[in-house]
């Protein structure tokens, strides 16, 4: 005769300390757990399982209902700049008329650069370029919605752009919030930031010669309204493509470029102010004249 093993039912404060969380944690891992739920004879879930397996759109269930999208409006699509000094950004310089094949195959990135300041309207023009507004056209009930250079989903533009200016002629040393509808930098501190980007950096002691550094923050409250948990994916494709913009720019402003993922990200969100929850650093971006140029 066989038994069935009694069920013991947990509450959740037992259950919670159990796992090292609080209570109030619980709902988030059983999303997680509902959404894994690997067979029998399946490897070991790794923690990039976890995370793949809770943004498959089959597992989303938090994406707003399209028909409520007839009435929606979207998160603003830039940060607040109100109390900070704003600075006119130069007409930008032109790009040049460069086959694109040939920027593809001139692009690289390279870790040095030249101790020359890097002109104003140079950074203005790789700004422009790369993430600046093109168009602006009725959407999400919204008159005049910008639409960038750099394609995102939804057109909602969660990818932030900091400027941390060491070596910039006409630019005081500082760091800067990047407004791409006003063409503005609204200054965010100001004083020599090379220091602390080695010290947020990770083998990286290069970057304290760089002349900008731009730190590309994401902003999830902006696309998470519409997109829910999914929004993590998006919002990492879309800073793939910003990136991508911001390397093709900069090689055909004839600029040495490096992207970097290896940082602190505690130290880089608190550089720029991000609560390192809702929004934060996922990317920095060094650039400067070639060294030698």
């Known amino acids: 005769m066989t038994t069935t093993p009694d069920v013991i039912e947990v509450d959740d404060t037992t259950m919670a300390a159990a796992l090292g969380v609080r209570p109030c944690d619980l709902a988030a891992l059983r999303s997680v757990a509902d959404a894994s739920r690997p067979e029998p004879d399946a490897a070991p879930l790794?923690?990039?399982?976890?995370?793949?397996?809770?943004?498959?759109?089959?597992?989303?269930?938090?994406?707003i209902d399209p028909r409520k999208l007839l009435t929606a409006r979207p998160h603003p699509v830039e940060r607040s700049v109100a109390g900070l000094p704003l600075i006119d950004l130069p007409e930008p310089v032109p790009l040049p008329e460069i086959p694109l094949g040939e920027?593809?195959?001139?692009?690289?990135?390279?870790?040095?650069h030249s101790s020359e300041p890097l002109p104003l309207a140079t950074l203005a023009g790789l700004l422009d370029g790369a993430a600046g507004v093109r168009d602006r056209r009725y959407a999400y009930n919204t008159r005049n919605f910008p639409f960038r250079r750099?394609?995102?989903a939804g057109g909602?533009?969660?990818?932030?752009?900091?400027?941390?200016?060491?070596a910039v002629d006409g630019l005081p040393q500082g760091l800067y919030y990047y407004r791409p509808s006003t063409s503005q930098l609204a200054t965010v501190d100001?004083?020599?930031?090379?220091?602390?980007?080695?010290?947020?950096?990770?083998a990286a002691d290069w970057l304290f010669y760089a002349p900008v550094v731009l730190m590309l923050g994401i902003s999830m409250p902006r696309v998470a309204w519409k997109y829910g948990a999914?929004?993590?994916?998006?919002?990492?494709?879309d800073l793939g493509v910003l990136t991508q913009n911001l390397y093709l720019v900069g090689t055909a402003l004839g600029l040495s470029t490096c992207a970097v993922a290896a940082f602190d990200d505690d130290a880089a969100n608190e550089l720029t102010r991000l609560d390192?929850?809702?929004?934060?650093?996922?990317?920095m971006f060094a650039c400067g004249k070639p060294s030698g140029g």
């Open 150 to 152: 750099a394609p995102s």
């Open 103 to 112: 920027v593809i195959e001139r692009r690289h990135s390279s870790t040095t």
């Open 190 to 202: 100001t004083g020599v930031m090379r220091s602390k980007l080695v010290e947020l950096g990770i």
């Open 156 to 166: 909602l533009a969660p990818v932030d752009i900091f400027v941390v200016s060491n």
């Open 276 to 283: 390192g929850r809702d929004e934060f650093v996922s990317l």
């Open 46 to 63: 790794r923690v990039q399982d976890l995370i793949h397996s809770r943004l498959r759109s089959a597992a989303c269930d938090d994406m």
């Open 230 to 237: 999914r929004s993590y994916r998006y919002v990492h494709v």
